[in-house]
Structure formats: structure tokens, C-alpha cells
């Protein structure tokens, strides 16, 4: 079964950092470009980053990219996401996600999602 | 980047048609032929309805149907059920290497 399970979201204060993981399952997990898709209580989706089959390039949403950097490890099967300098409005559901097709572009496998809440 | 642009409601009776709009400029949807849309039932992943405008993924209903007409893309639901009930996202690939979502539209199947 193709499946994505994420995992380290939680609770930080304002300014805190988090890392985030993705394990894949159910396909070879280096032939395909990877992403990450946030979700604020109530609101939209909102594409995070992605990253290619290799690891050899990523790209960012603007407002992350200073902040936020994206990597895996494909002997692990599994993508990250380090946070950094965290603020109230990256609270959110981080969904990592497959792209079937071309980097940054379609995303047939979702996983669960995980929450992160930045709080004092 | 701003978001894409969709209607934050529609609703259809049972077996009516919806369509739902995705309004973004012509740097990501005039641009690109790149349009997916996904649906989102309540606290549930989303799920890959449409991808690359028109193109439903094996195992999607040939009721979903998508088009795009200038910086415009939209989403069709023909015969509509009720477990089409919930929020559809539409996003696009943009000239600057990202991509961009819409704000979600949640529809209501009366």
C-alpha cells in the first residue's frame, strides 16, 4: 500500500524550531519530487516546499524561505522539514505529499497530516 | 505569489451540475497548463481529483471534469451526490517555480 506517515509536529513557543518527518511506504521513493502543504485551522491549502526525486534541488514559498529547509534521505525513505524562527501563523497542518509528475506540480499521495501550534 | 482566486460556497441539489471557478493571473494559471483541483472531506487529507487542467487520476469519477479558459480554470461536477459534499482546492504551477493554491470553496449538496 502506498502511504505517507508524518510525524514531530507539537507545540513551540514564538521563535522555536521543529522538525518535521515524512516516512514513505508502497513506492520507490527516489524516483519521485516531494513536497510539503500547510493547512491553518479554517483556512487553505498553502504549498511550503518541494524537493526533487534526488535531494539535488528544492525550492520555497516565499514567506518560508528564509526559515523554513526542506531535505531527505532516500536510503530512509523519509522527508523532512527544519523549522526555524517559528511564528503564530505557521500554525498549521503540515501535509507531506508525492508528486507523480514533474516537481512542484500535482500531488497524488497525501499523508495524515501533522499539527503544529507556535504558542507562549 | 497571491493565492488563486475561488468562491468561498456553492451549492447544487442531487443530480444538478456544479461548476466551480479558479481565478488566477497569467503568470501561474494563463500561463501553465498545469491546473489541479482536489477534493477535502472534513479533517481528511486531500485527495487529487483533476491534475494538468483536464485529467482525472484512474479510480476518479468521469462525473469531474476540468477546463481552463484564459487565467480562469474550472471544476465541473455532473450528477452530483451527496458524498460529493465538502471543500475543493484548485492550485497551479507558477513562472516563479511555485506553486499557488486557491482559498477553497466548500460545497453543499442540498
Known amino acids: 500500500e502506498v502511504q505517507l506517515v508524518e510525524s514531530g509536529g507539537g507545540l513551540v513557543q514564538p521563535g522555536g524550531s521543529l522538525r518535521l518527518s515524512c516516512v514513505a511506504s508502497?513506492?520507490?521513493?527516489?524516483?519521485?519530487?516531494m513536497s510539503w502543504v500547510r493547512q491553518a485551522p479554517g483556512k487553505g491549502l498553502e504549498w511550503v516546499s518541494g524537493i526533487s526525486g534526488s535531494g539535488s534541488s528544492a525550492y520555497y514559498a516565499d514567506s518560508m524561505k528564509e526559515r523554513f529547509t526542506i531535505s531527505r534521505d532516500n536510503s530512509k525513505n523519509t522527508l523532512y522539514l527544519q523549522m526555524d524562527s517559528l511564528r503564530a501563523e505557521d500554525s498549521a497542518v503540515y501535509y507531506c505529499a508525492k508528486d507523480p509528475l514533474r516537481l512542484i506540480n500535482t500531488f497524488d499521495i497525501w499523508g495524515q497530516g501533522t499539527l503544529v501550534t507556535v504558542s507562549s | 505569489q497571491s493565492a488563486l482566486t475561488q468562491p468561498a460556497s456553492v451549492s447544487g441539489s442531487p443530480g444538478q451540475s456544479i461548476t466551480i471557478s479558479c481565478t488566477g493571473a497569467s503568470s501561474d494559471i494563463g500561463y501553465y497548463n498545469y491546473v489541479s483541483w482536489y477534493q477535502q472531506h472534513p479533517g481528511k487529507a486531500p485527495k487529487l481529483m483533476i491534475y494538468d487542467v483536464s485529467k482525472r487520476p484512474s479510480g476518479v469519477s468521469s462525473r469531474f471534469s476540468g477546463s481552463k479558459s484564459g487565467n480562469t480554470a474550472s471544476l465541473t461536477i455532473s450528477g452530483l451526490q451527496a458524498e460529493d459534499e465538502g471543500d475543493y482546492h484548485c492550485s497551479s504551477y507558477t513562472t516563479s517555480g511555485t506553486l499557488v493554491f486557491g482559498g477553497g470553496t466548500k460545497l453543499t449538496v442540498l
Open positions: 508502497g513506492f520507490t521513493f527516489s524516483r519521485y519530487a
